[in-house]
């Protein structure tokens, strides 16, 4: 992606999250258009020459001049593209950011209720690989135990947060 040819197209309200494009004609008003429409997954795009792009990645395009790996939205908002909001990452640190899912159960993320062991087990993946936190009579242990993990490896304070 050419910045040049970004900051020609678009402009951007960093304060409040929008991008805006730049229409250039004779029948230009003077006034700039939001631009963006969403996706199946909730994410804002724009298209430029038939090729749709994230409007985050364009907007931190426009802000840095780099293109990150990942640009991660802090907040798990994916309509949220506030400048405050948005972060470059890798996409470990993305997946150390990643709200609940909506089949979750116990309300905590890596906290399930073990129905063999009629228990609460601890867990958290790192680096693909799953570990092991314990098992608990207390659910608010095994939350606690959860939490501790998060905290030890990196992740991030909104990981798990509803979205």
Known sequence: MDKELIEELFTYDEEGGELYRIKKSQS???????AGCI???GYSY???KGIRYLTHRIIFLLMTGELPEQVDHI???RADNRWENLRAVSNQENARNSP???TNTSGTTGVTWEKRFKK???Q???DGKNKFLGYYC???EAIVARKIAENEYGFHVNHGGAI
């Open 120 to 122: 609460w087990c601890a």
């Open 75 to 77: 907040n798990h908002d």
């Open 124 to 126: 958290i993946t790192v």
């Open 138 to 140: 207390d659910k608010k």
């Open 39 to 41: 996706n199946s997954n």
């Open 46 to 48: 724009v298209a430029i």
């Open 100 to 102: 609940i899912r909506s």
């Open 28 to 34: 230009y008003s003077g006034a700039a258009r939001p």
